[in-house]
């Protein structure tokens, strides 16, 4: 099974995906989008390539996986410690160095290791002569270099950049640091600021959550597939991803989104851009046969949403991320 959902969001005055600073000088990150250029009767004459506000996915995801410890830890669901301390150790290193940990006791050991995958690699070590002796010539043979060892997971759960539907803008606000012993020495710096109509993309790959090497499931798959979507609802409902929030936490609002369950190949959803994403989305996966499901949410009405034949209409983000989850699990095994 596999599910895929598309997003609109209305964020106002956000600085969520900070680049270094340049001085006093903070910068926002920047993505290059494609702008249609069209003409006087509504046809695409050229694109034009620029450079807008966004926000990575690798933000986003780090909110996810914070959302999936609070949650396992209410719902005692299995975490390792690092996992479980991730404040403590600076963010989520999922035993980076540590070998001893094979891959499905990582999986069973740690429900964020378990969705969001991890990647051990290290210099191999220890294993006598004879193993060194050929590691040796076969380096050489490559260049030179010994190989080491990995055990490596793909994340279930995939996250694309939060981009704006569009232009975004981009307006500096000019701040000053107050120096109470000496006024003499403030310093005023400036921060970027974005504002726009961004879309997002996620998919979650429902089959792979719980596997093991050999093809069986962990006992406690089905609660950790609901986990999977409690995270994600919590994810947007309590804005957990972005930084710079104690000063610039944005106006952000859900205006719409279609998602798609998929119980046989992957099936990803329309980009949800000025238009009608929903139609088209069920138009496709019309064309493409199959059990494909379609749910959607739309606050602006610009969608088909509400009217288009079996598509299932809920009207908010958590609402639709709810009725997902519950075809999902009642479709498991």
């Known amino acids: 099974m596999f599910v895929s959902f598309g997003f609109r969001f209305r964020a106002e005055v956000e600085a969520l995906n900070m680049a270094e600073a340049v001085g006093n000088y903070a910068r926002h990150r920047l993505a290059p989008i494609i702008k249609i250029e069209k003409d006087g009767q509504g046809r695409v004459i050229g694109y034009k390539v620029?450079?807008?506000?966004?926000?990575?996915?690798?933000?986003?995801?780090?909110?996810?996986?914070?959302?999936?410890?609070?949650?396992?830890?209410?719902?005692?669901?299995?975490?390792?410690?690092?996992?479980?301390?991730?404040?403590?150790?600076?963010?989520?290193?999922?035993?980076?160095?540590?070998?001893?940990?094979?891959?499905?006791?990582?999986?069973?050991?740690?429900?964020?290791?378990?969705?969001?995958?991890?990647?051990?690699?290290?210099?191999?070590?220890?294993?006598?002569?004879?193993?060194?002796?050929?590691?040796?010539?076969?380096?050489?043979?490559?260049?030179?270099?010994?190989?080491?060892?990995?055990?490596?997971?793909?994340?279930?759960?995939m996250f694309s950049y939060l981009v704006p539907d569009g232009v975004g803008v981009i307006a500096p606000q000019i701040h000053v640091r107050y120096n109470r012993v000496d006024p003499d020495q403030q310093r005023p710096f400036q921060v970027e600021s974005g504002t726009a109509?961004?879309?997002?993309?996620?998919?979650?790959?429902v089959d792979r959550i719980g596997l093991k090497e050999d093809g069986t499931y962990v006992a406690d798959r089905h609660r950790r597939v609901e986990l999977a979507f409690e995270a994600l609802k919590h994810l947007y409902s309590g804005m957990l991803f972005g930084a710079k929030k104690s000063r610039y936490l944005p106006v952000f609002e859900a205006l719409g989104g279609v998602a798609a369950v998929s119980k046989d190949l992957p099936f990803m959803v329309s980009p949800p851009r000025l238009g009608d994403y929903?139609?088209?989305?069920?138009?496709?996966?019309?064309?493409?046969?199959?059990?494909?499901?379609?749910?959607?949410?739309?606050?602006?009405?610009?969608?088909?949403?509400?009217?288009?034949?079996?598509?299932?209409?809920?009207p908010t983000l958590e609402e639709l991320v709810d009725a997902v989850k519950s075809e999902v699990v009642n479709g498991l095994g």
């Open 50 to 157: 620029t450079m807008a506000p966004a926000v990575s996915g690798q933000s986003i995801a780090y909110g996810y996986m914070k959302a999936l410890v609070e949650l396992a830890k209410k719902g005692n669901l299995p975490l390792c410690d690092q996992c479980r301390n991730y404040e403590q150790y600076g963010g989520f290193f999922k035993r980076a160095d540590d070998l001893d940990q094979a891959h499905d006791r990582r999986v069973e050991g740690c429900v964020v290791e378990d969705i969001t995958g991890f990647l051990v690699a290290k210099k191999e070590e220890g294993r006598g002569q004879k193993s060194k002796a050929k590691k040796g010539k076969k380096g050489e043979e490559e260049g030179g270099e010994e190989r080491g060892i990995s055990i490596k997971r793909t994340s279930t759960v």
């Open 197 to 205: 109509i961004y879309i997002h993309g996620v998919a979650v790959d």
């Open 278 to 314: 929903v139609a088209e989305t069920a138009k496709r996966a019309t064309a493409i046969g199959g059990n494909i499901k379609i749910f959607c949410f739309d606050k602006e009405g610009i969608t088909t949403c509400g009217k288009a034949e079996g598509v299932v209409t809920r």
